[in-house]
């Protein structure tokens, strides 16, 4: 079902909404294809994991029809990871429990480091 579902968005957004002035919002895609909106967001995860050229805009979903809408595309994410990032660090800063262990995730190599802030400084 979810691979039948992940090849009708994939074909969808190719055939009908190619180049960011053809984007459909989630929305539309719920109803077009009868599932729910998260499953919409899974499955537009899982076809740009395996390397489809889905974009996204304020406007909307759309398959890719020039390299500067995938650049757009991955600079938001990027600004997305950095904003996610400085909120963990500020969220394990207020840790009232653990002040000298820093826990960071580097999403991109699936790394999770942890430092102690005292060996840190022992040099």
Do not use: W
């Amino acid at each position: 079902m979810k691979r039948k579902a992940k090849s009708r968005l994939s074909t969808v957004l190719k055939k009908y909404h190619t180049g960011m002035e053809q984007s459909i919002t989630g929305k539309e895609l719920e109803r077009t294809l009868g599932i729910r909106k998260d499953t919409v967001q899974k499955l537009v995860r899982q076809l740009r994991a395996d390397g489809v050229p889905i974009c996204s805009s304020a406007s909307g979903y759309f398959y890719a029809e020039t390299r500067q809408e995938l650049t757009e595309t991955a600079a938001r994410f990027n600004r997305q990871i950095s904003t996610m990032m400085k909120t963990q660090s500020k969220l394990l800063d207020a840790a009232p429990d653990e002040k000298e262990k820093i826990v960071m995730v580097v999403p991109q190599e699936g790394l999770k480091l942890s430092l102690n802030i005292q060996s840190l400084r022992r040099g």
